[in-house]
């Protein structure tokens, strides 16, 4: 089982949006509406923003948003503020042998 | 609050074992499904095993099957992950968390497989 496909980077000036995808099969992100977004800031846990593709994790800002077609789910981050700076993870529930597959990650840059 | 504690992390040699453990508080801790998701310094993020709360299912990345034990104590609210036969490629920050989605992260227990 590979990792998701995401891009490695993604960057944007505050106010504006961006979207990070994240590639996989019909056998996990295709599959079942299981896709969650995590965010982690250098030295610390991560933490979930979307979890069911498009639902936000409480207290997470509606700029926040997920979505999903086909293969490939995204999130998208509306109205770019520094503190969105981070590295962000996609999950996906699989029904291969293991249970659950992580994406490879991307480095949210605000210039 | 909800909260989970990992510890039993530390430095180990290769072939070795070591116990890592869970401590969840702030939430019915039997219910909940809980998993274990690790990171190399300076790596991704990767799943590496799950326990379901209802039927005590369990659950193992390709990596570390036949290796690791995922088990629970929900008398004392705890999650533990046994590690056997330890590799280099084990070497990453270990985090505890809840529910299938991961709602909660601990900080982590750091294991390190060297000589």
């Known amino acids: 089982q590979s990792a998701l496909t995401q891009p490695a980077s993604v960057s944007g000036s505050p106010g504006q949006s961006i979207t990070i995808s994240c590639t996989g099969t019909?056998?996990?992100?295709?599959?079942?509406?299981?896709v969650s977004w995590y965010q982690q800031h250098p030295g610390k846990a991560p933490k979930v923003m979307i979890y069911?593709?498009?639902d936000r994790a409480s207290g997470v800002s509606n700029r926040f948003s997920g979505s999903k077609s086909g293969n490939t789910a995204s999130l998208t981050i509306s109205g770019l503020q520094a503190e969105d700076e981070a590295d962000y993870y996609c999950?996906?529930?699989?029904?291969?042998?293991?249970?659950?597959?992580f994406g490879t990650g991307t480095k949210v840059t605000v210039l | 609050e909800v909260q989970v504690l990992e510890s039993g992390g530390g430095l180990v040699q290769p072939g070795g074992s070591l116990r890592l453990s869970c401590v969840a508080s702030?939430?019915?801790?039997?219910?909940?499904?809980m998993n274990w998701v690790r990171q190399a310094p300076g790596k991704g993020l990767e799943w590496v095993s799950a326990?379901?709360?209802?039927?005590?299912?369990?659950y193992y990345a390709d990596s570390v099957k036949g290796r690791f034990t995922i088990s629970r104590d929900n008398s004392k609210n705890t999650l533990y992950l046994q590690m056997n036969s330890l590799r280099a490629e084990d070497t990453a920050l270990y985090y505890c968390?809840?529910?299938?989605?991961?709602?909660?992260w601990g900080q982590g227990t750091m294991v390190t497989v060297s000589s």
């Open positions: 968390t809840k529910d299938r989605y991961s709602s909660s």
């Open positions: 326990m379901s709360g209802s039927d005590d299912s369990t």
């Open positions: 999950c996906s529930y699989t029904d291969t042998s293991i249970l659950y597959v």
């Open positions: 019909s056998s996990d992100v295709g599959g079942y509406n299981y």
């Open positions: 702030g939430f019915t801790f039997s219910i909940h499904a």
């Open positions: 069911d593709v498009s």
